[in-house]
Structure formats: C-alpha cells, structure tokens
C-alpha cells in the first residue's frame, strides 16, 4: 500500500496557518502606525498648537497695545479714558492666555529647555515694558505731553518691539515642530508601503513552499509486485 509522507491536509493546514499568521502580523503593523499617527496629530493639536494659540494671542495683545499707548499720545483728553480702557482690556486678554501657558509649563509634560528659555524672555520683556507703558500714560495724564512723546519714542517703542521679537520667536519654534513632527508623518506612509511590501513577499514565499511539497508515494519492491501480479493471474482456474 503506498504511504503518504506529506499528507495534503498536512499542507492545508501549514498554508493556511501561515497565511493566517502573515496577514495577523500585517495587521499589527497596521495598528501599530495608525497610533503613532495618532499620537503624533494629537501631539500637534493639544501641544504644540494650544502653546502656539496662546503665543498669537500674545502677540495680538502686546501689539494692539503698543498702538492704544501712541493714541495716548494722539487723542484728545475727552477720548483718554476710552483708550485706556482698552489697554486694559488687552492687559486681561494676554493674562487669559499666559495663566494656562504657566500652567502647561508648570506641568512640565512636552515642554523642551528651548520653550522655558524663550518663554523666560518674554516675561523679562514683558517686565520691561510694561512699567514704561505706566510711565506715558501717568505723563500724558499729568498733561505732559510732550514728556509722553519723548518717553515712548525712546524707551516703550523699543521695549514692545523686543516684546513682540520674543513672542514671535516662540510661535516660530512652535511652527518649527509642528513642521518636523508633520514630515515624518509624511515619510511614514512610504515607510510602511515598504514594510507591507515585505510581508507579501514572505507571504507569496510562504504560500509557494507550502504549494510545492507535493505528497510523495513510495512503491518499494515495484517489479516484484508486477511479477507477483502476473503470475496469480496465470495459475487462477479459468
């Protein structure tokens, strides 16, 4: 009777188990990059992002404040209060957005030594600024005019400039990370067309090895079972 070395349910088996493991492994890797994707996304959303939102709404405020304190300077005594008014409503705006910026830096999660020391600039700037800001309008007030003027073109101007330098300087790194952390996500489909690739060649190798171990039969003594056939047939009666 021949013997089956290689049964074909055998084969079945070991081709369908490999391509089962393969396809397991390829989804794994799948899985595995959509989460760092995800991660990296919400890295540049709830990170990066809300640090470089509380930045613009630094820079809006200073600015607009720089320019509140020329009217200072411009308007007439009637108008003065209006515009005070609104240097401090720009004063709350930017303490709105510094108060969670300290926060998040005072956590401590995601926060790089280049961010603290810029961030340690713009308070340095900020405590610069602000009390020669006091000083024009406590001139302007006074009915010095003119000491106003001389104060602002030569010490708050400059000061708020410097001000702004900072700040803008700090939404650059935040658009700097956010540009690195986004071109690595755009390597990383490439990346992972090449991985996948790879599982389907050892997958179609898989499936080839397994397809070619053919079941092999054995027939030992075969002319001597011919010879033993021929002759039972000769000696049966007719």
């Known amino acids: 009777t021949p013997t089956l070395t290689f049964p074909l349910r055998v084969r079945l088996i070991l081709g369908l ?7 397991a492994g390829l989804t794994a890797i799948g899985i595995r990059e959509v989460r760092s994707i995800d991660r990296t996304l919400t890295h540049m959303a709830e990170i990066n992002g809300v640090k470089q939102r509380h930045a613009i709404n630094f820079r809006g405020s200073v600015h607009d404040r720089s320019i509140a304190l020329r009217d200072v300077i411009l308007v007439s005594d009637s108008e003065l209060d209006k ?3 609104e240097i401090e409503r720009l004063r709350a705006f930017y303490a709105a957005s510094a108060g969670p910026l300290d926060a998040m830096f005072g956590a401590g999660a995601d ?5 603290r020391a810029i961030l340690a600039s713009i308070k340095a700037a900020e405590a610069r600024t602000l009390p020669l800001l006091e000083q024009v309008v406590a001139a302007r007030r006074a009915g010095d005019r003119a000491g106003a003027e001389a104060l602002l073109l030569a010490q708050a101007r400059p000061a708020f400039v ?28 490439r990346e992972n067309a ?5 599982v389907h060649v050892r997958l179609a190798i898989a499936s080839a090895a397994v397809g070619a171990a053919r079941p092999k039969m054995r027939w030992p003594n075969c002319t001597k079972r011919a010879g033993l056939v021929s002759a039972a047939r000769f000696i049966q009666p007719r």
């Open 17 to 23: 188990g490999a391509v089962l493991l393969l396809l």
């Open 83 to 85: 515009v005070l008014a």
């Open 111 to 115: 926060v790089t030594e280049d961010e």
């Open 162 to 189: 410097e001000w702004l330098a900072r700040i803008n300087q700090f939404i650059d790194l935040q658009e700097a990370r956010n540009g690195t952390e986004a071109a690595r996500l755009g390597h990383q489909p």
């Open 194 to 198: 090449g991985r996948q690739g790879l």
